[in-house]
């Protein structure tokens, strides 16, 4: 493999670089020239950092080379590293730029020798997944009160045993039934799968624990069984995985209906803790009383109410012995005098039919009272007319031109007719119709003037006058 820099005029030769950009241009360099490749060596110097980061040393008889593991790389390893393991990485070379050191930047980590197995297992899983086997949607949540546990687990396991003492810490009273079978071994995930198969047959249990302790990948390799990994999947019985430790995965934990990270873990997903059901108990029977309680009563308040309304024989003859007797008086009172009652009767209605009748003597006085009084009324509007008559005949009277002319008046009109108000209006010459009280007259103007204060005309204009 070959790795080319280029160096630019431009850049190294007529500018100064600090270290940091010198270190930035080499690492660009690398990315970009060195693809992701996989390196096998041993590891050293191992560190997990609290932030869940891996530091190490990968070197072989002749050379060295720091790596990094990112957390989110590192959780899908499936096995812690320890120093002197064998290891192959898949990784990037990057550079550390604060101290110039190049390094490796881990993807992906699996035990030396192990990549076929490794390879095996990507393509199983791929398979699978492709198939929907893995889907959440075909998984069932396991029964929270099983009648009865299955356990599929090697009898000399001691996952049996951390499975047994959970169980009986847990829910002593669920019975538990173990399907033997070997979990490791050439022949182990056959017959895995045929206990499996056999408890579904059996149908005796509600829910299926598949354990093993922890372990290589060889150990865990009979749990990457395609056979395996589809007769859990077809099984009728919910099934939990609990394989290995909580860092350790296989097809089984994937096609399972849960994964557990330990068989202890399994264990207690399989059903409620004893204490939890007897609260729930609890609760339930507290419930149940108190709706109870109410029930009872209601059915006391219905009691009462019936009690009530119902009455005895006794008290039935008595009550009918009473009305016969009360009918029975009434009877011999009504024989003797129906005729006398009957008058009586008709005398209380003649009675009221007086009372009710009309008083024709009241009515005649009441009636020539209102006459007196509406010929009285009649007689004040013919006065009160009268007088207001005669009042507007005199202002009639006072307003009529005739009366004005008769006392010596007289109007004067121009030749259109119209009355002259001003003498200003008029002309020497103009000729003017006089109207009297009797009479007219058509007069010319000869000289107009205005009047004087005492109303008279002047000496000169009066008939008879001269200038004196």
Not at 283 to 303: F, K, P, S
Not at 361 to 386: C, I, M, P, T
Request: charged residues 25%; glycine residues 8%.
């Amino acid at each position: 493999m070959t790795i080319e820099f280029t160096v630019k005029d431009d850049v190294f030769t007529r500018d100064i670089l600090t270290v940091a950009q010198l270190n930035q241009a080499v690492g660009r360099v690398l990315e970009r020239n060195v693809p992701a490749l996989w390196v096998r060596g041993e590891i050293s110097n191992f560190t997990a950092a609290a932030s869940g980061h891996w530091y190490f040393t990968l070197k072989d008889s002749q050379a060295a080379v720091r790596g990094v593991m990112f957390r989110s790389r590192a959780a899908a390893v499936g096995f812690m590293p320890r120093a002197g393991d064998k290891v192959e990485v898949r990784a990037r070379v990057t550079l550390y730029e604060p101290r110039g050191d190049y390094q490796l930047q881990v993807d992906a980590m699996r035990r030396a020798g192990l990549g076929d197995l490794y390879e095996a297992f990507l393509r199983l899983k791929q398979k699978l997944g492709a198939e929907g086997l893995f889907e959440e949607a075909r998984k069932r949540p396991p029964v929270l009160l099983p009648r009865a546990i299955g356990v599929v687990t090697s009898l000399h396991a001691a996952a049996l045993r951390d499975v047994l003492t959970a169980l009986e810490r847990r829910a002593p009273q669920v019975p538990v039934i173990i399907y033997p079978a070997p979990v490791q071994g050439a022949d182990s995930a056959p017959r895995l799968a045929a206990a499996i198969a056999s408890a579904n047959r059996r149908a005796e249990v509600d829910t299926l624990l598949l354990v093993r302790g922890g372990g290589s990948i060889e150990d865990l390799w009979s749990f990457n069984d395609e056979a395996l990994a589809r007769q859990v999947a077809a099984s009728a019985i919910p099934v939990i995985c609990g394989v290995g430790h909580e860092t350790d995965f296989t097809i089984a934990d994937f096609v399972a209906d849960v994964r557990a990270p330990t068989p202890t873990a399994a264990a207690e997903l399989a059903c409620l803790p004893r204490q939890e059901l007897y609260q729930r108990v609890r609760v339930v029977a507290r419930e149940l009383q108190r709706v109870q309680q109410r029930l009872l009563d209601r059915a006391a308040q219905r009691l009462d109410r019936a009690a009530g309304q119902l009455t005895s024989p006794q008290q039935r003859l008595a009550h009918q012995a009473d009305r016969l007797a009360a009918l029975r008086h009434r009877l011999l009172n009504a024989w003797p005098g129906p005729r006398g009652r009957r008058q009586a009767r008709l005398d209380l209605l003649l009675a009221r039919l007086r009372h009710r009748g009309p008083d024709v003597a009241r009515a005649r006085d009441a009636l020539a009272g209102q006459a007196r009084q509406l010929l009285q009324a009649h007689r004040r509007l013919l006065e009160s007319r009268r007088s207001r008559l005669q009042s507007l005949s005199a202002q009639l009277r006072a307003f009529d031109p005739g009366q004005v002319l008769a006392r010596g008046y007289a109007l004067a009109r121009d030749g259109e007719g119209r009355l002259v108000r001003d003498a200003a209006a008029l002309a020497p010459g103009q000729r003017l119709a006089l109207e009297f009280a009797r009479g007219g007259a058509r007069v010319d103007v000869v000289d107009v003037f205005d009047m004087p204060q005492d109303g008279r005309a002047p000496a000169a204009d009066r008939p008879g006058g001269g200038a004196d």
